[in-house]
């Protein structure tokens, strides 16, 4: 890329312009340098996205403004919560191979590749959510939904647990 910049002249409603006015971006101050940042934001997400790595993190700088607001009301109310944590951690990652696809189009062995890094992820969000299940007291904001929600999955992991005590022969129920 060249760093010779093109004069260019555009004409935006009245609310777009309060909005770039408004727009707050690192090191960028005037409309012209909003747009140009605006303009790479562009470009990274086009090229970011096909690469499940580079994707992770732009996902995760799309989720930082509502997570930082999330941090803010949580410190205001004085709650917590790990669901949510956990969630911000794994989610981009997740939507990042998903949006991404597999790497060879036309490659059956990029398709089991790509359905095994998926099953991956998706089961350590599963560990997450279980182990979270398994704490008491669990920080969620509201613990008697969570604990509702998680009742189903609580009594497979039990059930798993017995089934591996019958299998060594701890367990003659």
Request: hydrophobic share 40%.
């Amino acid at each position: 890329m060249s760093g010779k910049t093109v004069p260019l002249s555009v004409r935006v409603s009245d609310d777009d312009a309060v909005f770039l006015a408004g727009l707050e971006i690192d090191d960028a101050v005037t409309p012209s340098e909003k747009l140009r940042a605006i303009l790479q934001d562009a470009r990274r997400q086009s090229t970011g996205l096909k690469d499940a790595s580079e994707g992770g993190l732009l996902m995760r700088e799309m989720a930082t403004p509502a997570r930082r607001n999330v941090r803010r009301l949580e410190g205001q109310l004085k709650q917590k919560s790990d669901l949510v944590l956990k969630l911000y951690e794994r989610v981009p990652d997740i939507m990042a191979r998903l949006i991404a696809g597999p790497e060879v189009a036309d490659d059956p062995d990029s398709l089991i590749q790509f359905e095994k890094e998926l099953t991956d992820q998706i089961a350590v969000l599963l560990k997450d959510f279980t182990a979270l299940g398994l704490t008491s007291p669990v920080r969620v904001y509201t613990e008697e939904n969570f604990r509702s929600e998680m009742k189903p999955v609580i009594e497979l992991v039990e059930l798993l647990r017995h089934h591996q005590r019958v299998q060594k022969g701890e367990d003659n129920e």
